[in-house]
């Protein structure tokens, strides 16, 4: 899957809890290098919504999708998810930073199709400085 996340501390800590059970993720810190990404096969997208270099998740989602029809969407902020249903794409999910890290785990399992390792995630995954 896909990851993509500003904050260093979220992106490392979200990709620990994911390879820990299992799954395989490749990440991107910029909107710019995620849509580069996009060519490469993924089985989902989890991507912030606010990046720095004025390719927002909003857009990495979008292209995500005319490429994979399919492919499971998770968005993550920390800021407010008032304007979700105008810009989500059809299907995603909305994780409000900061998360727990058991919660990511069953909404990928829920979206992928296949549950992760037994892990007992109890951390939060913080919210980016």
Do not use: C, F
């Given at each position: 899957?896909?990851l993509v996340?500003d904050?260093?501390?979220v992106?490392l800590?979200?990709?620990t809890?994911?390879?820990?059970c299992?799954?395989?993720?490749?990440?991107?810190?910029?909107?710019?290098?995620?849509?580069?990404?996009?060519?490469?096969?993924?089985?989902a997208l989890?991507t912030?919504?606010g990046?720095?270099?004025?390719?927002s998740?909003?857009?990495v989602?979008?292209?995500a999708?005319?490429a994979?029809?399919?492919?499971?969407?998770?968005?993550?902020?920390?800021?407010?998810?008032?304007?979700?249903?105008?810009?989500?794409?059809?299907?995603?999910v909305?994780?409000q930073?900061?998360?727990?890290a058991?919660?990511?785990l069953?909404?990928?399992?829920?979206?992928?199709g296949?549950a992760?390792?037994?892990?007992?995630?109890?951390?939060?995954?913080?919210?980016?400085?």
């Open positions: 899957m896909l996340e904050g260093p501390l992106l800590t979200t990709r809890v994911l390879e820990e299992g799954y395989q993720v490749v990440t991107a810190t910029r909107g710019g290098s995620a849509v580069e990404r996009l060519g490469e096969p993924i089985s989890i912030d919504i990046l720095p270099d004025g390719v998740g909003w857009e989602a979008r292209r999708r005319e994979q029809p399919d492919l499971p969407v998770i968005y993550t902020t920390g800021g407010t998810i008032a304007d979700t249903s105008a810009n989500a794409v059809p299907g995603a909305m994780l930073k900061p998360y727990r058991d919660l990511l069953r909404t990928v399992a829920a979206l992928v296949s992760p390792d037994d892990h007992p995630a109890r951390a939060s995954v913080p919210r980016a400085a």
